[in-house]
Nanobody
Framework: QVHLVESGGTLVQPGGSLRLSCAASGFTVSSYAMNWYRQAPGKERELVARITSRGGNTIYTGSVKGRFTISRDNAKNTVYLQMNSLKPEDTAVYYC????????WGQGTQVTVSS
């Protein structure tokens, strides 16, 4: 059975850094594109970052380019989102997502950027 479990979200000060983890089971992360989404209260869900299966190419939404890095550890079957220079606008619930036959989502992890 496919499961995605995010962890690492917490309260962090502006300018700080945080690394989110997405532990996957039931499939191999290296065989699929893996995505990080986020959703702030009252706003639409937004694709933040993606890492492709072939070659591990990455894409980012413009607001996080240069600050966030998506990566994967194939041995651990885990995907990461390294977030640097965090801003209050980054406050959201962050979700790991993959499309196999269907879309699968983790439970989400809360990131709050505030003084």
């Amino acid at each position: 059975q496919v499961h995605l479990v995010e962890s690492g979200g917490t309260l962090v000060q502006p300018g700080g850094s945080l690394r989110l983890s997405c532990a996957a089971s039931g499939f191999t992360v290296s065989s699929y594109a893996m995505n990080w989404y986020r959703q702030a209260p009252g706003k639409e869900r937004e694709l933040v970052a993606r890492i492709t299966s072939r070659g591990g190419n990455t894409i980012y939404t413009g607001s996080v380019k240069g600050r966030f890095t998506i990566s994967r550890d194939n041995a651990k079957n885990t995907v990461y989102l390294q977030m640097n220079s965090l801003k209050p606008e980054d406050t959201a619930v962050y979700y790991c997502q993959v499309t196999l036959r269907d879309d699968y989502w983790g439970q989400g992890t809360q990131v709050t950027v505030s003084s």
